[in-house]
Every structure is written in structure tokens, then in C-alpha cells.
């Protein structure tokens, strides 16, 4: 059984910075594609960034671009997501997930595991 369970998520002010967990477990993740999305109250959820579990290739939104740095440690089993030069349009709730392949990692139906979510509040 896969889980992902994210961490770090808080209220900070525009300019900070947040780091974000996910711990995952239940199964080997090389080949896997793990992801970053994002869902702001009546907004539906969407692309942030996502990573190659077991290589180098990364793919951000250009929203965040720039802002944002995607990284794993194989060796702890969890990714993360550096947030840096926070702005208010970037709070949300911030969701990990996995998927089986590298292919179309910006869409939902990419990734078959998800994590339960951290709140991401930036004050203006």
C-alpha cells in the first residue's frame, strides 16, 4: 500500500520561503514520477512541479518557475519542494502524488497516489 505524506506546509509572509515533505513508502519508486499540485479554495487543483524518482528530470510550471526547486533523496525516501519568494496567489493547499511513468506530468491522471495535503498560506 503506497503512501504519501506531506509536511511543512504553514502561513508565512510574501517573500518567505517554505519547504514541503513528502514521505513516501508502500513500494520502490524508481521509474516513478512524483508531483507537486496545488488547489486554492474554488479553484481546481493543479500542476506545480514534478521529478523523476530515480534521475534528474524535472518540469515546473511556469507560474513557479524560478521560485520553486523539486528535489528527492532516494536514500530517505521523500521529495520536496523548496518554495522560495512566496506571493499571496501562491496559497493553497499542496497536495504530492505518484505515478506509475514520466509522461504527461502535468495532468491529474498522470498520478494514482496522493498524499492527503499541507496548507500553504502566504500573507500579503
Known amino acids: 500500500q503506497v503512501q504519501l505524506v506531506e509536511s511543512g506546509g504553514g502561513l508565512v509572509q510574501a517573500g518567505g520561503s517554505l519547504r514541503l515533505s513528502c514521505a513516501a513508502s508502500?513500494?520502490?519508486?524508481?521509474?516513478?514520477?512524483m508531483g507537486w499540485f496545488r488547489q486554492a479554495p474554488g479553484k481546481e487543483r493543479e500542476f506545480v512541479a514534478a521529478?523523476?524518482?530515480?534521475?534528474?528530470?524535472?518540469n515546473y510550471a511556469d507560474s513557479v518557475k524560478g521560485r520553486f526547486t523539486i528535489s528527492r533523496d532516494n536514500a530517505k525516501n521523500t521529495m520536496y519542494l523548496q518554495m522560495n519568494s512566496l506571493k499571496p496567489e501562491d496559497t493553497a493547499v499542496y497536495y504530492c502524488?505518484?505515478?506509475?511513468?514520466?509522461?504527461?506530468?502535468?495532468?491529474?491522471?498522470?498520478?494514482?497516489?496522493w498524499g492527503q495535503g499541507t496548507q500553504v498560506t502566504v500573507s500579503s
Open positions: 521529478i523523476l524518482w530515480s534521475g534528474s528530470i524535472t
Open positions: 508502500g513500494r520502490t519508486f524508481s521509474g516513478y514520477v
Open positions: 502524488a505518484s505515478g506509475p511513468v514520466f509522461r504527461d506530468v502535468r495532468a491529474l491522471r498522470s498520478y494514482n497516489y
